[in-house]
């Protein structure tokens, strides 16, 4: 299936040939058969010549109702473009032209009606000038077809020029996550919530779970053109019965998406693609995308580019067709593609005309999205509709952006980090009891994920060894502590359970940190109770517990290792985490080992 939306001044024929085409009126209102003119939305199908499926979305030509047209508009991906012969080229021709110029459509075609109405000159004169407005927009030349409803003239011949359409339609993606632009809801008994739309990208099937605003909505029918389905492919006219949301909850202009597929985008950065100047903007207009109206407030950034700040959040991607629409002026103020979402603050003087001149030019490729951020999680890239993010190398690269564990790094802050990681480092040495940096240390300095830290250790030509981070020529030592370290060290040598009282410790300058050191470095043991012992005390200690005949006691094992209760007791609660000695019963032990 394909789909296309009708474009128009008001009263130019355009449902009148979509009921010609399809047999269906497209008008559902009984005031727009009252007033004889489209006020809303209309849908209605057709089979083509060649059998394909083709839907219309049926747009409202007035002005007063621009918002809904663009609605229609928005997520259709050709148009057919209708202009009398009687009345010719009018207002709402133009501004019509000039969305469908601001979204980028590029498949398209243009049906002359009434051309029983008009002369044959006539007709080449409206032909004239709609070769003249389509000529500088998206659209090029599009073919043009005469018409008309009341004789049939030129019908058949449209049937194959919609058929022609279809067949240069690029060929839309079932792959990749759905976002779904509704631009209806109500309520069926039975059938429970109900909401249509045109689905472009990806697909929907019963069962699927989708996010709406925040909501999970579970898919119990699908329809696409009133015939029940397992499952929509794009691009197509889709129902869908929903649960777990109420009709309140789904109004024109909500997405439903594939769950974790897409950023909430509350601030964008966009450059202008047509229409009028940035800096000629009311403060707030409203922007159009998909079946959404948002207004935004706008901060030119140059007459190109600006930045926007929306009153709601709506999921955009990178490369996002979008509308300005100033609606205090009653016109299309410009068309805009989206360059960044959620796009770093600006507030240093000059920072707008700065940020200006780093978007010249942008296309949605990682490395430049991520030159906005320094680092950023895969995850939020792809969901940002960055592209590229698969062929990125994995390892850190001075040059070009790299994913790793996760994140994609910018080459600057790739070399950024990995140059104060060093200094890092450095300054660290200096301190003779370090035994190197820790990688919590160095995220928290670097301000970067700690994940990322052994990575830009290797990079910077650093080492990680045992959880610490150190300079190739690292050396390990005590400095001025060693001296006092080799006294403890000979003491207990001869009497390997006579650690020392904590004045001693003071009087050599041992503090806690430089016991803490020696000990890392396998030097010395500390247990609770402020107690050094030699490292090889718990063996040494367990070789006098085996002479003992049976379960002893803490009495006999001080005797045995010819010590102090201040170090028998942590000594055998050491043996006992160990699992070296196990008590059986509240006063004695035994060897387990």
Not at 194 to 220: C, P
Not at 496 to 508: G, N, Q, R, V, W
């Amino acid at each position: 299936m394909r789909v296309v939306a009708t474009a128009g001044h008001v009263d130019h024929g355009k449902s009148a040939l979509v009921r010609a085409l399809t047999g269906t009126d497209p008008d559902r209102l009984e005031e727009e058969h009252r007033r004889g003119l489209t006020i809303d939305l209309g849908y209605a199908g057709m089979r083509l010549p060649s059998g394909q499926p083709l839907a219309f979305v049926d747009v409202p030509g007035h002005r007063r109702f621009i918002g809904n047209m663009l609605a229609g508009l928005g997520p259709a991906p050709a148009v057919v473009f209708v202009v009398a012969a009687d009345q010719g080229w009018q207002a709402q021709s133009s501004e019509h032209l000039e969305a469908i110029d601001a979204l980028g459509l590029s498949d398209g075609l243009v049906a002359i009606t009434r051309a029983d109405l008009a002369t044959d000159e006539r007709i080449a004169q409206v032909r004239a000038d709609i070769e003249a407005a389509f000529a500088p927009t998206s659209l090029g030349r599009p073919p043009v077809v005469v018409t008309s409803t009341r004789t049939g003239q030129g019908l058949d011949t449209l049937r194959t020029s919609l058929d022609d359409l279809v067949a240069r339609m690029p060929t839309p993606s079932t792959e990749g996550p759905v976002r779904f632009w509704i631009d209806r809801s109500f309520t069926i008994a039975g059938a429970g919530t109900v909401v249509t739309g045109t689905l472009a990208a990806g697909e929907i099937g019963l069962g699927d779970r989708l996010d709406i605003d925040g909501r999970e909505a579970t898919v119990r029918s699908v329809q696409v053109l009133g015939a029940a389905t397992d499952r929509a492919a794009p691009v197509s006219r889709v129902a869908l019965g929903l649960r777990g949301v109420s009709v309140d909850d789904v109004p024109r202009g909500t997405a439903a998406l594939t769950p974790d597929s897409h950023l909430l985008a509350t601030v964008i950065d966009v450059c202008r693609t047509g229409g009028r100047a940035w800096s000629d903007a009311a403060p707030e207009i409203t922007l159009h995308v998909g079946t959404a109206a948002v207004p935004v407030r706008v901060r030119p950034l140059d007459d190109d580019h600006a930045r926007l700040r929306l009153d709601t959040p709506v999921p955009l991607r990178l490369g996002d067709r979008v509308i300005l629409r100033d609606p205090s002026a009653g016109r299309i103020h410009c068309g805009a593609t989206v360059l960044a979402i959620d796009p770093p603050e600006l507030s240093r003087r000059g920072a707008a005309r700065r940020r200006a001149r780093d978007l010249q030019g942008r296309g949605t490729s990682v490395g430049e999205i991520v030159a906005d951020h320094g680092a950023a999680p895969l995850e939020r890239l792809r969901r940002e509709g960055a592209t590229g993010l698969d062929t990125l190398p994995t390892t850190l690269d001075d040059n070009h952006a790299a994913r790793v564990h996760g994140w994609v790094i910018a080459p600057e802050r790739t070399r950024d980090w990995a140059a104060r990681l060093q200094e890092l480092v450095a300054q660290d040495a200096t301190d003779p009891l370090s035994d190197g940096l820790s990688p919590a240390r160095a995220a928290h300095a670097l301000h970067a994920p700690e994940q990322l830290v052994p990575a830009l250790a290797a990079h910077a030509g650093l080492t990680l060894v045992d959880g610490r981070i150190r300079s190739a020529d690292h050396r390990t030592g005590l400095g001025a502590h060693e001296a006092a370290v080799n006294v403890i060290r000979e003491r207990l040598r001869d009497k390997p359970f006579d650690a020392p009282e904590a004045d001693e410790l003071a009087e050599l300058g041992l503090d806690a940190r430089a016991l803490a050191t020696a000990e890392r470095r396998g030097l010395l043991l500390r247990l609770p109770g402020g107690i050094v012992l030699l490292p090889d005390a718990p063996a040494r200690a367990m070789r006098a517990l085996a002479a003992l005949d049976g379960p002893f006691t803490a009495s006999q094992a001080k005797a045995a290792w010819q010590t102090s209760r201040r170090v028998a007791i942590p000594l055998l609660e050491h043996l006992d985490e160990r699992r070296w000695t196990r008590r059986v019963d509240p006063t004695h032990r035994v060897v387990v080992r």
